[in-house]
């Protein structure tokens, strides 16, 4: 049985031999975690915004006072005044601002005779997040403006109490169970797909076929190997991550044992699931091929870069039996929310039953001869 | 289809009273409809070279791998060591090396460390492991080499360590298949002088398939011919060559081409063939060297013509696998390497 120990031993001298893999399963979900935890995690700022003042009245520099307050604090938009709005339309349409407020004529003495004013705002609805920022941010404007000089004694609308469990997620953080995820199928997917076909292209498992060893001692130090390779993998980015993000849990013992049992769930998981779809295959460039699509196929509808509740029924179906999903639910569980082992146990229980099932599948499967 | 191999009749018993280390008896491999080996009879005597002499395509690596348990055997027996590869593969496994076609070795480890994993594969035991490694390396003149990445090495240095990892675990048996392919002269002799060496010390048996005649011809105690799955002639270098008519071979190319040169040749004395070649050169089979070539000479100033050239040699492997086939090995081997794709199984 020791058999298995030799050909671990041999992938690991390799893998060590050569930390090619090593960065290269890190590099993507690295560089992933800084341009997405950049370029998703922080709100608009510096939006262009024309206003078109046709009143001039003393409620309508009241709102463009609200602006200047804007620019200066949250700094979502700022203002540039135009006389024409024919022309601030026109920029609308041609991108040479985000979007163009109209005041129009009257205003001021509508508010006064409380003869529904209105403030037009005209937005360049082809990017949902910018205009959605700015609508936001004109309807809290618009709100604070509705609000009586004078309270009434009795408040009667209702409001709204929010209660935050956690400090604020930024959404580097948010992406980092997704990329340690990722960080482990890429280890996966090139130290045991990739390689394990090219071993069998040059002939390396010719030379273990005429050794004594067992199938099942081929298939154990295959995948033990794979599976040691994943678990480096995935400590590595939970902690070079963790640090980036600054999420301090890495420093709790507690949290970074439910922490390596979910990265051994998913590497056991994973390395179960390549192996099953690789166990018949001699083509090196099948594995290559699969690369992006799996990727995209399993990494994507996980929950890793928004949550599964928002897919439609078929890819949240996917989700259900993606084994990402698992793993990056119980990594959130542990990294963002530091739950517990309760938090993250049917995940545990999922990615293991995953793994055995797929190597219980695998292994008949795997032939003894060429 | 059965095939049954022009057992050359011995001029003496190679081998005498030495038991048999490969039996193997109506050997077939089948894939689909296309049968790669067909029925195919030999033994090979414990502490013998046993080459297996063929043009790409015949089965030789077919062969070769239902015996080292590669592949299931179709139908028919292959006994190794005492052990049915069918029945008892680990038994099989066990006692013979095997050194394949490709350089397997990992290239990111060191010499010695490629052998350490595959004395661990065998289950050599530590305290045996540092000696085995010791005395192969030894064996093989890579000593000073052990603690070398493998990627540091020549191709014939590679090959040396692919022959020491396959005696890592001191087998009985030692399979090679084509073992000095792809090296340049210089380093196929060394290959040769130690596996000579190996054979000397280590009373090693060997089966080793080739489609070079020289190498079956310096090595082998004994050659198997195979052609198309069949074994078309079997035994001893001297015994194969004397088999085929005429001792000597006369290489003749006239200057000009319009004449019935055959027809003439055959007439000459002691001549027992003549085969037709490309560009107007002619081999002359004779019994005679000597003689045949001054007539020959003699035939010619007679005639008014003028030779472009002349060549007298002993016989070879290559005219044995002609004798026996019709074709020449050489021919075969350089027209292999534009068939695509391989046939399954094919060496």
């Known amino acids: 049985m020791n058999r298995f120990l030799a050909i671990v031993e041999r992938e690991m001298r390799k893998f060590f031999r050569s930390p090619v893999l090593m960065i290269m399963s890190m590099m993507l979900p690295i560089v992933q975690l800084i341009i997405l935890g950049h370029a998703y995690g922080g709100h608009i700022q510096g939006a262009k915004v024309a206003v078109v003042d046709h009143d001039g009245g003393p409620q309508a520099v009241k709102v463009r006072e609200a602006f200047d307050a804007v620019a200066a604090n949250i700094a979502t938009f700022k203002t540039i005044n135009y006389e024409n709005e024919t022309q601030a339309k026109e920029d609308v349409r041609t991108g040479k601002v985000d979007a163009a407020i109209i005041i129009p004529a009257q205003y001021s003495r509508r508010v006064y005779a409380k003869d529904a ?35 009434d004694r009795v408040v009667k609308n209702i409001a709204l109490q929010i209660v935050e469990l956690y400090p604020y997620v930024e959404y580097m953080k948010y992406l980092l169970s997704g990329s340690v995820a990722l960080a482990m199928y890429i280890s996966v997917m090139i130290g045991g797909g990739m390689l394990y076909i090219d071993d069998k292209a040059r002939g390396v498992h010719e030379g273990y076929l005429v050794t004594p060893i067992s199938k099942l001692e081929l298939v154990m130090g295959l995948n ?131 793994g055995i099932g797929t190597l219980l599948l695998a292994t008949p499967l795997f032939k003894r001869t060429l | 289809m059965m095939s049954v191999a022009r057992t050359v009749t011995p001029t003496h018993d190679p081998l005498p009273h030495r038991s048999a280390a490969i039996r193997v008896e109506r050997i077939v491999k089948k894939y689909g409809d296309f049968e790669a080996v067909k029925g195919v009879d030999f033994e090979v005597a414990e502490g013998e070279i046993f080459g297996l002499l063929g043009p790409n395509g015949a089965g030789k690596s077919t ?70 490694i010791a005395e192969v390396l030894e064996a093989v003149d890579l000593t000073k080499w052990r603690g070398a990445q493998t990627k540091t090495l020549s191709g014939g240095m590679r090959r040396r360590l692919e022959i020491a990892r396959g005696l890592v ?37 060997m089966l080793l398939t080739t489609h070079y005649m020289e190498e079956a011809d310096r090595l082998c105690d004994r050659i198997a011919i195979v052609d198309h799955g069949t074994l078309v002639a079997l035994g001893t270098p001297v015994e194969l060559k004397q088999s085929v008519p005429g001792s000597n071979v006369v290489e003749v190319q006239f200057s000009r081409e319009d004449e019935d040169w055959k027809t003439r040749l055959k007439q000459l004395p002691d001549v027992t063939e003549v085969e037709s070649q490309s560009a107007g050169v002619y081999r002359v089979l004779t019994s005679n060297g000597s003689q ?37 090995l050489r021919d075969e081997t350089v027209k292999a390497v534009f068939q695509m794709p391989p046939r399954p199984g094919a060496n």
């Open chain 1, 117 to 151: 004013p209105r403030i037009g705002l005209l937005v360049d609805n082809s990017d949902q997040v910018m205009s959605g920022s700015i609508e936001s941010e004109m309807q809290s404007l618009v709100n604070a403006l509705n609000q009586p000089v004078i309270e």
């Open chain 1, 224 to 354: 033990v190997a794979g599976a040691i390779k994943a678990v480096l993998s995935g400590i590595s980015i939970t902690v070079i991550g963790s640090l980036m993000a600054g999420l301090g849990v890495i420093f709790r013992p507690g949290a970074d044992l439910n922490l390596f049992l979910l990265i051994l769930g998913t590497s056991l998981a994973f390395n179960g699931m390549m192996f099953l779809m690789m166990v018949r295959v001699d083509d090196p460039l099948v594995p290559r091929a699969m690369f992006g699509v799996l990727n995209t196929l399993l990494f994507f509808p996980s929950g890793a870069i928004s949550p599964v509740s928002a897919f439609p029924k078929w890819l949240q179906a996917i989700a259900l039996v993606d084994p990402f999903s698992y793993s990056v639910h119980g990594l959130k569980a542990i990294l963002l929310k530091d739950g517990g082992f309760v938090a993250i146990r049917g995940d545990l229980i999922f990615l293991f039953a995953f």
């Open chain 2, 63 to 132: 062969l070769i791998r239902m015996m080292t348990t590669l592949i299931p055997v179709t139908s028919g027996k292959a006994l190794v060591g005492g052990h049915d590869v069918a029945k008892e593969p680990n038994a099989v496994r066990r006692m013979i090396g095997v050194i394949p076609q490709a350089l397997t070795s990992d290239q990111d480890l060191t010499v010695e460390e490629n052998l350490i994993i595959y004395a661990k594969l065998y289950s050599v035991p530590r305290a045996e492991r540092e000696k085995n």
């Open chain 2, 169 to 205: 675990h001191n087998p009985r048996i030692f399979f090679l298949d084509e073992p000095t392919t792809g090296l340049d002269p210089v380093s196929r002799i060394a290959v040769w002088e130690m596996l000579n060496n190996l054979k000397k010390t280590r009373n090693l048996t």
């Open chain 2, 292 to 328: 045949t070539t001054a007539q020959l000479v003699e035939m010619t100033n007679a005639m008014g013509e003028q030779l472009r050239s002349l060549s007298v040699q002993n016989t070879t492997l290559d005219d044995v696998f002609v004798h026996y086939t019709g074709r020449q």
